[in-house]
């Protein structure tokens, strides 16, 4: 990057300050009395504004997400601390009852980025046959390749696209920016719509009383056992989280590398990757403390500890998106919109047919679109004990992601011009 290039803020310390007090302004502002706060927080999620106002700064050159270790930070460290802080207490049988139309709709979600990207490019073709051509290396339906990738289980199985189909450096930076900007706005309109869920849930005549049954027993039994948290009580949540998150990282250390080595065949279910391996950890760890005492964290406020990593998580996402790459490649862009469109179709056709809730449309999408570090966020969006929901389905968008991407990677070559 050269020196004109560079963001205003390069330091993360000074990144990470200003993360916070946009956070603290948010939140500060959503509870406030005034008239306007009152009006505008009815219609805008505070969760969505700490997504997207660090994605002005990044857009408006005052950070720069993708040079920045703080995503990775949040992601490595705080995101695992949180899954096991959100689980502990949360009601194991309550959440299975779950399972049933929340497995439907994320494979009609993996459906909808599997037959998205051919027909996206299948049917732009048809107008701008240069938009989605190429030959070799150049070829679009390549990158694209990398994007169902990245769409139906996250990084690691992106990689594997890439390595399968071998797109230039080129493509496959504009597919990235394609992938990230594409994937964010519609997970902003996720969060935004968990705060309507209601209405969607009438609209499409869902019944949401399992979910709802959840979120009671949760606040009832928070209710219960709330206590005002004192200095060691902070300490052993905290202990709890980072222990957890300590373990989690020791597993995956141990694990990915030996699987690699031994059966490098199950990178394909990526089963190679260490963060894989992280999230499984930290979440058997926080269901398994859920039959134990240490639940009783949860009075002390454990959930609330965790909410707050997830909201630094959530601004370190927001500010890796660039809103002003659009007009890089604006028509590469448009593909991606279409198929997103259509993946959308997809969800939202099967939730008509089974009348699924609003918060199996959402977590089904992001459990492919954004895999483990987002599928939390926007679980939790619902409520905080919903969360492992998305982690749970996260999971399974890593075992199905790399065949589901292949498939898509063929159908895009076949009806590439």
């Known amino acids: 990057m050269s020196e004109s290039e560079l963001p205003l803020f390069t330091n993360d310390a000074v990144v990470l300050g200003l993360l916070l007090v946009t956070l603290a302004a948010i939140f500060l502002t959503a509870r406030s009395k005034h008239p306007f706060f009152v009006k505008f927080y009815k219609y805008v999620p505070a969760l969505l504004l700490c997504y997207f106002i660090p994605s002005v ?5 005052l950070i720069d997400g993708e040079h920045s270790n703080l995503y990775f930070v949040a992601s490595r460290y705080l995101l695992p601390a949180s899954l096991v802080l959100l689980t502990l207490s949360v009601d194991l049988k309550e959440i299975m009852k779950l399972g049933g139309k929340a497995v439907i709709m994320f494979f009609a979600g993996t459906l909808g980025v ?6 996206a490019i299948l049917l732009t073709s048809l107008v701008a046959p240069d938009v989605v051509g190429g030959a070799g290396a150049d070829a679009v339906w390549r990158g694209m390749a990398t994007i169902a990738g990245s769409w139906i289980g996250g990084g690691a199985n992106q990689a594997a696209m890439f390595e399968l189909f ?3 450096g080129d493509l496959y930076s504009s597919a990235i920016a394609v992938d990230v900007i594409v ?4 997970m902003a309109f996720l969060l935004f719509g968990a705060a309507r869920s209601a209405v969607v849930d009438k609209l499409f005549k869902a019944d949401a009383s399992d979910i709802e049954h959840v979120k009671q027993r949760m606040e009832n039994y928070r209710a219960s056992i709330m206590r005002m948290p004192t200095m060691t009580d902070n300490i ?12 989690g990282h020791l597993v995956a250390g141990g694990i990915a590398p030996f699987i690699a080595e031994h059966y490098p065949q199950l990178e394909k279910i990526s089963l190679t990757s260490p963060f894989f391996w992280l999230v499984i ?3 058997v760890i926080g269901l398994l403390l859920s039959f134990t005492k240490a639940r009783e964290l949860e009075g002390v406020g454990a959930s609330q500890t965790g909410s707050v990593m997830i909201y630094i998580l959530v601004a370190t996402i927001g500010m890796k998106m660039n ?8 028509a590469f862009f448009l593909v991606g919109a279409l198929w997103m469109l259509i993946h959308v179709t997809v969800l939202l056709t099967v939730a008509r047919i089974i009348k699924a809730p609003f918060f ?3 977590v089904g999408s992001q459990a492919n679109i954004g895999g483990a570090a987002s599928a939390p966020v926007v679980a939790s969006a619902f409520h905080p004990s919903l969360a492992p929901v998305g982690v749970l389905l996260a999971v399974l968008g890593y075992v199905v992601g790399t065949a589901g991407a292949w498939l898509a990677g063929i159908l895009m070559q076949a009806v590439a011009p």
């Open 57 to 61: 700064y990044n857009s408006l050159g």
């Open 114 to 119: 599997v037959i998205g990207g051919p027909l």
């Open 166 to 168: 071998k797109p230039s």
């Open 183 to 186: 994937a964010n706005i519609w």
């Open 236 to 247: 052993v949540v905290l202990a709890v989280g980072f222990g957890a998150t300590a373990v």
């Open 281 to 283: 950890s930290v979440t």
């Open 323 to 330: 809103i002003m790459a659009i007009f890089d490649n604006p």
């Open 360 to 362: 199996f449309v959402a």
